[in-house]
Each structure stands twice: as structure tokens, then as C-alpha cells.
């Protein structure tokens, strides 16, 4: 009786781990793509963002088409290597070879301030 216990239990464990090796794991995706990326104009300062938050230039925050709302991405100049990490709460840019629209500071951080657009490498994890 006990070796038939013994032999339940072993096979209903390493049963068990099979099954969850089997099955997909939740993890993150980062995803890493060099686009074309631009900044806001001073003269939307305080205007509110399609989030709901007000645009506010010393913000580290951005605008992106689709990635949703809150999603932190890091965005790095490749001519220098400098990085920020920016939020996303708006929609924009609204043209097709633009990808993201950074806040003001942001641009400053990573030396793109005054380019007016610049190639940059963003990097974000999508759950």
C-alpha cells in the first residue's frame, strides 16, 4: 500500500511540473525600435493631455499612438547615448513618420532639444 502511495504521489508531481512547463509563462515582451521622434511646442503648456493629465514641459512624459497609457519607455539618442524614461499619457504624433512626441525636458535630457526631429531607440516592456 505504501509503495502504491508512494508511486501515486511522485507521479502526480512530476506530472504537475510537466503541465507547467507546458504552459506559456506570463512574462513581459521588451520590444526595442529606433524611430523618428519630436517634442512638444512650449505653447501646449498646461494643456490637457487625451489621458486627462495636463501637459506640464518639466514632466518627463510623452505621446505615443498606441502603447497604452502609463507605459514607461525608455527613450535613448543614439548619437550620444544619452537615455530618459518617459510615461506616456497623450495620443501623437498624427504623422506617420513620427513615432513619439516627447515633453520638453525630456528632449532637453537627451540632447534632441531644438533638432526639431531626431532618430531615436525607444525600448518598452509590453505585458
Not at 507547467?20 to 526595442?32: G, K, L
Not at 524614461?85 to 540632447?111: H, T, W
Request: cysteine-free; aromatic content about 8%.
Amino acid at each position: 500500500m505504501k509503495y502504491l502511495l508512494l508511486l501515486s504521489s511522485l507521479f502526480l508531481f512530476l506530472h504537475s511540473n510537466a503541465q507547467d512547463s507546458a504552459s506559456p509563462v506570463n512574462t513581459a515582451d521588451s520590444i526595442q525600435k529606433t524611430v523618428l521622434a519630436t517634442y512638444y511646442h512650449r505653447k501646449f503648456e498646461g494643456h490637457r493631455t487625451t489621458s486627462g493629465a495636463r501637459y506640464r514641459s518639466k514632466k518627463l512624459t510623452a505621446a505615443h499612438r498606441t502603447l497604452p497609457f502609463g507605459t514607461m519607455v525608455t527613450v535613448t539618442n543614439p548619437v550620444n547615448g544619452k537615455s530618459v524614461v518617459v510615461k506616456v499619457n497623450d495620443r501623437g504624433p498624427f504623422s506617420k513618420r513620427l513615432a513619439i512626441d516627447l515633453s520638453e525636458s525630456a528632449a532637453k535630457q537627451i540632447g534632441i532639444y531644438r533638432k526639431g526631429i531626431a532618430k531615436v531607440n525607444l525600448s518598452y516592456t509590453v505585458e
